[in-house]
């Protein structure tokens, strides 16, 4: 009966009976790879003259409160998206319960609110000036009023919009895992509550944590957030040495030092995770869901409810209700134009991230030696460095191929004129620099789990690697390539600074008429180019959620 | 033969990465980098297009990442004219390099020197009051006189500020410094940390909203925000404050821009320049965000009419950035975040 998956843990096998063609994979990976660090190594040769002025005063002044604000940061957020993402998750993916279905999708679109849009959102609701705290004064006096611009408002902030990262991960794990498992577990005698944390959770940890990465590394990113209720990060000193002192060499020292934290961060996970893996033999199991029951069946409505209507039902309708109030009058023929950039540059981005992480994350398995994991874990550590900076560092190293460019343009008699920086092209390198860390971890985890004995199979039974690719690889992959579309295409959607920096002129998009608003201040017209990020965001969730669950 | 064909087959390479890579330019066109927004200097770009003929390709973003993006395109860059909020800015792109100097006599006449590089590489545009603002209710204007005033124990927990990390509140401490020193200037600063009501600020708008809803009294902001806000939601039940008309006079700043030191296009850069410099330009690029024109022949908005003349600071605006590290520094020691 629970003979479809197994857990048991196996340790790295040698690849002798898989086809041995190194070749054209290899390289590719390896320049794949290279490129996408190129920016992070411009960024960390940074060292040559250490900026003692700037560090001094930054240690004299604050880094130990920035330090101590990030851990806090990065601790409260952990936990907060880790519990939101797993309870929901298991709860839609493996219970039955009245709004599951509804549920099941609407908890992903949270996805769609960028975090700064939300903080503004919910500052200007919640903090003192705001209409919730006017009318609880009205009733209670001026007694009733407080700051909500503190830790735990940032830390709710960003669990609220990160935490679908989570959960999406850890939902496409628990799907995959079926009930086989769990079922042995009980046959041995656990009860399902022991079983969960005895069997579902070890076997969903590569996908949690892949999530709880993705998100801890926007979080260490973050300064859009951060800034709207001024709380002082490590990135805020990275930002202070750069537009305070003037100082690029000092920020990206900063920047690098921030590198090796995540890397450490990393490396210290994989090393508790040990050697123990976990694999599923088929697609999918079938799956029966769990029936709740009268009480239990009323909770688990309502945490998913109060989550959906907290992370999406209060912005979205606080954007609405701006909107109605006079954003609408921005409305021109030009946001046509901006939809379609922000649908095509996401599409793109996503189809060519995803596609160098599968290149990657399948290089990396076919090796596994300790050069394709380090090439692997540097190329996907973009996601950690604050947008902007990471942006001057593309920029600075598509320059360098600008200067080959133009040596090779005055040699064939051609006016010189920038071929990278400015073009669409590199924006989309940009994109795949910045967001391949996302792609990665859903393709990564999910090819974890396929066992190695499968495509070992088939490559005895005569099968080339292409043919292992498309017939076994792919269709066992699916759930986890379209996670990593969605989570690419909904990311690209709504960055910003490295769109900024490197869009062809008259390439604006949604997210950059955003930034033209709020840079101003003026939040409430920056609720129109807002919803319509959301509501364009929202039918690929829908229907990636859809297709992923066939 | 064979060396002619592959410089061929290279020139059609390259032409097909052209076509999807930069942005080929046609002649009468000027490239803008501009940190000033979209809104604010389309309408303007239009203008002149309609007038001139000539075409203004630009793009936006944060001051930073440009004078980033100008510096390490060096000579490659296709931007002629980069404009920018905040003569710190302007001061930066300037010691960088970034500029050429200008030879204009329309720029002189029109431009205040006081509001220009002293070595023609910048030319501000429009300016910026940073002003006092207060809450009619809780506040009499004659209990004001100046911001070295806000650190007075009598506005204990009644101050509100924006965060030190805006460069408009860098430049405001960068000009006290030069005019009373370092000293004098922390103590001003650390007295204003001490009097604050609440948390500092992300954005003045945040902060005119809370002197409306009553979390504090008294702030410092710049006008057109305070204008902005009335024109959302009527008359406010606050007002703006000249403070030091018998000493320094109010803190100001400039918007501007300078003529790229590559530019492609440098003489109708120069021109472009000098038509915003005056005329009906001059009043559209001051009055669509209710700031003050830099030419003082032009007549300003009306709702910037009415709060009224005032003295303002006469130092040259470069201070703001010669000065703006110490600033910064300064009030990291004064705790002010």
Redesign the interface.
């Known amino acids: 009966m629970a003979s479809g998956a197994v857990l048991h843990p196996v340790w790295p096998q040698s690849q002798t009976g898989v086809i041995r063609r190194v070749g054209l994979l290899r390289v590719c990976a390896v320049v794949l790879a290279l490129m996408v660090m190129a920016p992070l190594l411009v960024i960390a040769l940074n060292w040559g003259e250490i900026q003692t002025d700037v560090w001094r005063?930054l240690a004299q002044?604050?880094l130990l409160r920035l330090f101590r604000n990030t851990a806090v940061l990065v601790l409260g957020v952990g936990a907060g998206v880790t519990v939101l993402g797993v309870s929901l998750a298991w709860l839609t993916a493996t219970c039955r319960f009245p709004g599951r279905k509804f549920f099941d999708v609407a908890l992903m679109l949270p996805l769609a609110i960028p975090a700064y849009v939300m903080a503004f959102v919910m500052?200007g609701l919640l903090?003192?000036?705001g209409p919730v705290q006017?009318q609880l004064r009205e009733w209670f006096g001026?007694g009733a009023?407080f700051?909500f611009?503190?830790t735990g408002a940032v830390i709710m902030v960003l669990t609220l919009v990160l935490y679908p990262y989570v959960y999406m991960l850890a939902r496409s794990a628990f799907l995959a895992q079926g009930r086989e498992p769990l079922e042995a577990a009980r046959v041995l005698g656990h009860s399902p509550w022991r079983g969960f944390w005895l069997v579902t959770l070890p076997m969903a940890r590569p996908a949690i944590v892949a999530g709880l990465a993705l998100a801890l590394m926007e979080t260490l990113a973050d300064f859009g957030t951060v800034?709207?209720?001024?709380y002082?990060t490590f990135t805020?000193a990275i930002?202070?040495a750069?537009?305070?002192?003037?100082n690029?060499q000092a920020a990206a020292q900063l920047a690098s030092l921030l590198l090796l934290i995540v890397l450490a961060g990393l490396y210290l996970e994989r090393k508790g995770r040990g050697d123990a893996r976990y694999f599923q033999t088929r697609r999918r199991a079938a799956s029966r869901r769990t029936a709740l029951h009268g009480g239990k069946a009323l909770l688990a409505s309502l945490w998913c409810g109060l989550i959906f209507a907290v992370a999406f039902v209060v912005p979205l309708g606080q954007l609405v209700i701006w909107v109605i109030q006079?954003a609408w009058k921005d409305l021109d023929a030009r946001y046509l134009a901006l939809v379609w950039h922000t649908l095509s540059l996401g599409a793109a981005a996503a189809v060519l991230t995803v596609a160098a992480a599968f290149l990657l994350a399948y290089f990396k398995r076919r090796y596994q030696d300790r050069l394709s994991d380090l090439l692997v874990r540097t190329a996907t550590l973009g996601y950690a460095l604050p947008g902007?900076v990471l942006?001057?560092g593309i920029?600075?190293s598509f320059?360098h191929l600008?200067d080959w460019?133009?040596a090779?343009?005055t040699q064939?008699g051609?006016t010189?004129?920038?071929?990278?920086?400015?073009?669409?092209?590199?924006l989309l390198l940009a994109y795949l620099t910045r967001f391949l860390a996302a792609a990665f971890g859903p393709v990564e985890t999910s090819l974890e789990r396929i066992k190695p004995s499968i495509p070992e199979a088939a490559a005895i039974l005569g099968a080339r690697q292409w043919e292992t690719v498309r017939r076994i690889y792919l269709p066992m992959l699916g759930p986890g390539l379209l996670t990593a579309l969605l989570l690419v295409f909904v990311d690209v959607m709504k960055e910003m600074?490295a769109t900024?920096?490197m869009?062809?002129?008259?390439w604006?998009t949604l997210a950059?008429r955003i930034y033209?608003?709020t840079?101003?201040?003026?939040?409430?017209r920056a609720a129109l180019p807002g919803l319509t990020l959301v509501l364009v965001g929202l039918l690929p969730v829908a229907i990636l959620v859809r297709r992923s669950d066939h | 033969m064979a060396g002619n064909f592959s410089?061929w087959m290279?020139?059609g390479a390259?032409g097909v990465?052209?076509a999807?890579?930069?942005?080929?330019q046609a002649a009468s066109e000027i490239?803008v980098y501009s940190a000033r927004?979209?809104?604010?200097i389309k309408p303007i770009f239009d203008l002149y297009t309609k007038q001139t003929g000539t075409k203004i390709?630009?793009?936006?973003?944060?001051e930073?990442?440009?004078i980033?993006?100008l510096e390490?395109?060096g000579a490659?860059?296709?931007a002629d004219l980069m404009i920018t909020v905040d003569a710190g800015n302007l001061w930066?792109a300037a010691e960088k390099g970034l500029f050429r100097p200008i030879k204009s006599n329309v720029l002189e006449s029109t431009v205040p020197a006081q509001y220009q590089d002293p070595q023609n590489r910048w030319f501000g545009l429009s300016v910026r009051a940073r002003t006092i603002v207060y809450s009619k209710e809780r506040v009499k204007p004659e209990q004001l006189s100046t911001y070295e005033d806000l650190a007075d124990k009598k506005w204990d927990g009644r101050l509100c500020l924006r965060?030190s990390?805006k460069?408009y509140n860098?430049s405001l401490v960068a000009t006290m410094i030069e005019r009373h020193g370092e000293a004098k200037t922390e103590q001003i600063v650390k007295g204003w940390v001490d009097n604050l009501a609440?948390?500092?600020?992300?954005?003045?708008?945040?902060l005119i909203?809370?002197i409306?809803?009553?979390?504090c009294d008294v702030g410092i902001v710049n006008t057109y925000?305070f204008g902005?806000l009335e024109y959302?939601k009527g008359k406010l039940p606050a007002k703006l404050f000249w403070p030091n008309q018998a000493t320094t006079g109010v803190h100001v700043n400039v918007s501007g821009a300078g003529v790229t030191a590559h530019a492609k296009h440098p003489k109708e850069a120069q021109a472009f320049l000098e038509w915003l410099s005056r005329g009906e330009a001059q009043r559209a690029f001051a009055g669509i965000n209710m700031e003050y024109p830099v030419n003082v022949k032009t007549e300003w908005d009306p709702i910037v009419q009415a709060w009224g003349k005032f003295k303002a600071d006469d130092l040259n605006v470069e201070a703001a950035g010669r000065r703006?590290?110490e600033a910064?520094?300064l009030m990291?020691?004064a705790g002010y975040?």
């Open positions: 005063h002044t604050q500052v903090d003192w000036a006017g001026r009023s700051s611009r503190g800034s709207v209720f001024n002082d805020t930002y202070k750069w537009y305070g002192f003037f690029v006079g902007s942006a001057v920029m600075i320059n600008d460019a133009a090779l343009q064939l051609l010189v004129q920038p071929i990278f920086v400015g073009g669409v092209a590199a600074p900024l920096l869009r062809p002129f008259g604006d950059v033209e608003m840079n101003e201040g003026m939040w409430q | 410089r290279w020139r390259l990465v052209m999807f890579g930069g942005a080929v490239v927004n979209e809104q604010l390709t630009y793009v936006t973003d944060a930073g990442p440009l980033a993006r390490a395109e490659r860059t296709p930066l965060t990390k460069v860098q609440t948390d500092v600020f992300a954005n003045d708008t945040a909203e809370a409306v809803a009553g979390q925000y902005r959302e703006q590290i910064v520094k990291d020691r975040l």
